[in-house]
C-alpha cells in the first residue's frame, strides 16, 4: 500500500502509456496529412513538390525547408485566388472530437497545424509584375483597412523561398524564385481553377464532404 501523499506507480505507467500513445497518433496523422496532399495536389498543379510539404520542415535536415512560424511568408488560397499571406499565428487541433485548437510558436510540419491566419497581399491584375499589395476594403474583408484571412491548411499552399521586399507601405516585391512559382502554380484562371479542384478533393479526403474552397 502506498504511503499518503505518494503516487501510485500503477498511475504514472498509465499516464506514460497514455502520452505516447497520444505522439504516435499524433505522428500518425502528420503522416497522413502530407500524403493526402501529395496525392490530391501532384496529379493537377505545378510545383506540386512544394505543396506537398508546404516547404516546411526542420533545417537540421539539410534540405531547402525550414520551420513555419509567426512572421513567415506564404502562399495561400482563398476565394478562387491565390495570396501572399505573412504568418501571424498557427493552431494546431490534436486527434479526437470537442479538443480545442492551440496556438503554436513554429511547426516542423504543415501536416501538424489546423489552421492560420495571415494578412494578405493580392497579385497584380496584369499578372506583368512581381509587385503585390494589402487587400483594401475587398470582398476578403470589408470591414478593415487591411484583410486578415483565416486560412485552412489544405488552403496553405506552400512557404515562399525568400522573404519578400517593400519600398513603401503595403506594397511587397517577391523574388525572381518565388514570382516563377507564383505564375506556373496560379497564373492564369486555369491554372487557380487547378488548384481549387485539388483543394475540394483534399477537403473531401480529410473532413468527409465538407468543402472549404470555392
Known amino acids: 500500500m502506498s504511503a499518503p501523499g505518494a503516487i501510485d506507480p500503477s498511475e504514472v505507467s498509465e499516464l506514460s502509456g497514455n502520452s505516447a500513445n497520444a505522439e ?6 502528420v503522416k497522413a496529412a502530407l ?13 506540386a513538390r512544394y505543396l506537398a510539404d508546404g516547404l516546411v520542415g526542420s533545417t537540421a535536415l539539410g534540405t531547402d525547408r525550414s ?28 486527434a479526437g472530437a ?20 495571415v494578412q494578405a497581399y493580392e497579385a497584380p491584375t496584369s499578372g506583368r ?17 487591411r484583410a486578415f484571412l483565416h486560412v485552412p491548411v489544405t488552403q496553405f499552399l506552400c512557404k515562399l523561398q525568400d522573404p519578400p ?20 502554380m496560379a497564373g492564369s484562371s486555369s491554372l487557380r481553377e487547378n488548384l481549387a479542384k485539388a483543394i475540394k478533393e483534399l477537403n473531401a479526403a480529410t473532413r468527409g464532404k465538407k468543402v472549404i474552397a470555392e
Open 24 to 29: 504516435v497518433a499524433a505522428r500518425d496523422q
Open 67 to 94: 520551420p513555419l512560424k509567426s512572421g513567415s511568408w506564404a502562399f495561400v488560397f482563398s476565394d478562387s485566388n491565390v495570396y501572399v499571406g505573412e504568418v501571424l499565428a498557427l493552431y494546431s487541433k490534436e
Open 98 to 117: 470537442g479538443i480545442n485548437h492551440a496556438w503554436q510558436q513554429s511547426t516542423n510540419s504543415i501536416g501538424a497545424i489546423s489552421y492560420l491566419i
Open 35 to 47: 500524403e493526402l496532399r501529395c496525392k490530391f495536389f501532384t496529379p493537377q498543379v505545378n510545383y
Open 165 to 184: 521586399t517593400s519600398t513603401m507601405p503595403g506594397k511587397l516585391t517577391l523574388s525572381g524564385k518565388d514570382w516563377l512559382v507564383f505564375q506556373k
Open 129 to 145: 509584375t512581381n509587385s503585390f499589395r494589402s487587400v483594401l476594403n475587398s470582398q476578403v474583408a470589408m470591414w478593415a483597412d
